[in-house]
């Protein structure tokens, strides 16, 4: 379960209580400029077991900047995150999924793994629980990836979404023990 975060930090904090209440953890792909502003949010998914990944500083069209600007973006991320909670991120996912291959060499430069989500529940367009559900829970796999956003329709359904995966025998990791 990846959850990329620039916003919303109220509904990050009732994600991060539906998790513990399930005894599971996730990944949150954290954008620096939201980190830096909400250091006591950052610091609780990190002391709760959470990973950290990187999402770049502000949410950029990675593959419209050069070698350069990419590496500035992931790198000013991966300062913050640091200096404030001590992780030393290891994966990152560009906002949008819009990468190129300036975006690969700087994360690789960095020692970053750039993952991407293999089941995308959109739910920054659609506010429908049910729609949110279905695209989370149809036809899942082991070893999907599922991308979901702090929005409070996201939030309100995540109970039941880890429900039904308890409910099938399967396990929410974070990405990093997923790629293992």
């Not at 513990?20 to 610091?43: I, M, R, Y």
């Not at 990187?54 to 069209?61: A, E, L, R, S, T």
């Not at 796999?141 to 979901?148: P, R, S």
Request: hydrophobic content about 35%; charged content about 25%.
């Amino acid at each position: 379960l990846m959850i990329n975060v620039y916003e919303n930090t109220e509904v990050v904090c009732d994600m991060l209580d539906t998790l513990k209440s399930h005894g599971k953890k996730a990944t949150f792909f954290v954008g620096g400029c939201w980190a830096d502003d909400n250091q006591e949010t950052l610091v609780r998914i990190a002391e709760e077991g959470h990973e950290l990944g990187n999402h770049g500083y502000f949410h950029k069209d990675h593959k419209k900047l050069n070698e350069k600007a990419n590496y500035a973006e992931i790198y000013n991320n991966h300062r913050i995150v640091l200096s404030l909670t001590g992780v030393t991120m290891k994966t990152f996912t560009p906002p949008s999924g819009s990468y190129g291959a300036d975006t690969l060499k700087a994360a690789e430069k960095l020692g970053y793994t750039t993952v991407m989500w293999t089941k995308d529940t959109i739910d920054w367009k659609y506010s429908d629980e049910q729609t949110i559900y279905d695209k989370a829970t149809k036809n899942i796999q082991n070893g999907d990836i599922i991308l979901i956003h702090p929005k409070s329709h996201t939030a309100k359904v995540l109970d039941k979404i880890l429900t039904h995966f308890e409910e099938i025998g399967m396990d929410v990791v974070t990405v990093a023990e997923c790629l293992e």
